[in-house]
């Protein structure tokens, strides 16, 4: 009954079981089965395997638990990888494997225990979903003494704009929104992804639109300053998206942690 198998499918079994080794296993002895000195013989050397077979599966069971594969919008990281460290030092027996790129990855047809990416909240919503910081857009650029004269908006049209390609209208987004006409948001300096834009920032190439969850970190340290206090709200934000199929404990764990981030 355990095993959903009837007795005479399990008698069959162990015939072919017996034709095949040629030896009988069972004998009859008062309407009950005993081992036969060939059976108890062959049930421990299986019995010892089966164990064997137990302990393996537990231990690579265990190894896939504690390993965490991630798969992270590559402009992300900024505000991942100055606060991984804490997860790192709290759970040291979780082997942690990021993969980014800035093409988005399909979750089901992965290997990945969750993906971090963008969305509107209204499109990422279910069970699996935790929302994480929001994308909000705000000029930056480097404290150098070239950008001393940057007081008002409109002094944007005299600096080096940098352009993301990923977001291509941004720049004009951002002005309309601080209702300003007089510069040229199509002008500047053009790049593939608002990472290198935030790095241009930080060498003092020009003046980027920063995400101000990604580039707080800068700020706060003094790397990059923020000129203007306009700061536009995309309605968009990153997400995690756990694999419901792969929920191990150091997934869990990872939820906990990136949940309790500020």
């Known amino acids: 009954q355990e095993l959903g198998v009837s007795q005479v499918a399990i008698t069959r079994a162990v015939q072919l ?15 009950q089965l005993a081992l036969t000195p060939a059976g108890e013989e062959y049930y421990r050397v299986v019995n010892q395997i089966l164990d064997e077979l137990s302990a393996a599966t537990d231990r690579v069971t265990r190894s896939q638990d504690q390993h965490l594969r991630i798969w992270s919008l590559s402009l992300f990281n900024w505000w991942l990888f100055p606060r991984l460290r804490q997860f790192l030092t709290e759970n040291p027996d979780i082997k942690v494997e990021i993969t980014s790129s800035n093409r988005l990855e399909n979750l089901q047809s992965s290997e990945f225990d969750a993906i971090i990416r963008e969305s509107s909240s209204q ?140």
């Not at 079981?17 to 002895?29: D, H, M, V």
């Not at 707080?216 to 000129?227: H, S, T, V, W, Y």
Request: net charge neutral.
């Open 17 to 31: 079981l017996e034709g095949r080794i040629g030896s009988t296993l069972f004998s009859r002895q008062n309407k």
């Open 123 to 262: 499109t990422e919503v279910g069970p699996g979903v935790l929302s994480l910081p929001p994308i909000e857009l705000t000029p930056v650029c480097a404290p150098e003494p070239h950008f001393q004269d940057l007081r008002n908006v409109e002094d944007l049209a005299r600096y080096t704009l940098l352009h993301s390609a990923y977001r291509p209208d941004a720049w004009s987004e951002w002005l309309s929104f601080a209702g300003c006409d007089t510069v040229d948001a199509t002008t500047g300096l053009f790049m593939d992804n608002s990472g290198y834009c935030f790095h241009a920032a930080l060498e003092g190439v020009g003046v980027a639109l920063g995400q101000l969850s990604l580039v707080g970190d800068a700020l706060k340290r003094g790397k990059l300053i923020q000129p203007f206090p306009a700061v536009l709200v995309t309605g968009k934000r990153y997400h995690l998206i756990t694999n419901m199929t792969r929920r191990t404990p150091a997934l869990k764990k990872f939820v906990r942690w990136i949940s309790s981030c500020e």
